[in-house]
Structure formats: structure tokens, C-alpha cells
Nanobody, 127 residues
Framework: QVQVVESGGGLVQSGGSLRLSCAAS????????MGWFRQAPGKEREFVAS????????YYADSVKGRFTISRENAKNTVYLQMNSLKPEDTAVYYC????????????????????WGQGTQVTVSS
């Protein structure tokens, strides 16, 4: 069983930065694809960023490319999402997901590619 716990959300002004953390337990990151998704009120949960289990590849939604960076610290079994130049449209609950190894890399960008989820952390960007 894998558990993931997010932290680091909060209220920030437009143009500001936040760093989200996702601590995983139960398996090491080298065996998990880790991803961030977000869900705004009245909208579907959408993909934000991910890093596959090998650490070789990262993926980003077009809406966050150049502004967000996903990274992982194996020693702490933790994944981070550095969010810069935040916009009001980034306001959402951000969820961390952990996925067991699968064939192919497209799973890293879809909700069905993740087996375990955290409880979410709220990010609010004021204009």
C-alpha cells in the first residue's frame, strides 16, 4: 500500500510562487510514477505535471510549461512542484498521485495512470 501526503498550498498573489510537496510512503520513488493534478470548482481533475518512475522523463500540461517544475528527492521519497508566475486560473485543489509501473509513458499524463492519491492541498491565486 502506498500513501501520499501533499503540503505547501496557500494563498498567493498573481505573479507569486509556491512550492508543493508530496511525501510518499510504502514504496520508493524509483518504483513509482508521480504526478500532480488539479481540480478547480465545477471542473474535471486535470493533469499538471509528472515524473516517471525512472526519473528520466518529466511531462507538463501546456498551460503550466515554463512556469511549473516537477522534481523529486529520492532520499526523502518526496516530489515537489515549484510553481512560479502564478495566475488566478491556477487556483484549484492540487492532488498528488502515485502510479505503479506501466508499459508506455502516456499513463504518466492521465488520471487512470495513478493508483494512489493524496487528500489534496488548496492553492488560491488572487488577482
Amino acid at each position: 500500500q502506498v500513501q501520499v501526503v501533499e503540503s505547501g498550498g496557500g494563498l498567493v498573489q498573481s505573479g507569486g510562487s509556491l512550492r508543493l510537496s508530496c511525501a510518499a510512503s510504502g514504496r520508493t520513488l524509483s518504483s513509482l510514477t508521480m504526478g500532480w493534478f488539479r481540480q478547480a470548482p465545477g471542473k474535471e481533475r486535470e493533469f499538471v505535471a509528472s515524473v516517471i518512475w525512472s526519473g528520466d522523463n518529466t511531462y507538463y500540461a501546456d498551460s503550466v510549461k515554463g512556469r511549473f517544475t516537477i522534481s523529486r528527492e529520492n532520499a526523502k521519497n518526496t516530489v515537489y512542484l515549484q510553481m512560479n508566475s502564478l495566475k488566478p486560473e491556477d487556483t484549484a485543489v492540487y492532488y498528488c498521485g502515485a502510479g505503479l509501473k506501466r508499459v508506455g509513458t502516456h499513463w504518466a499524463r492521465v488520471r487512470n495512470g495513478y493508483d494512489y492519491w493524496g487528500q489534496g492541498t488548496q492553492v488560491t491565486v488572487s488577482s
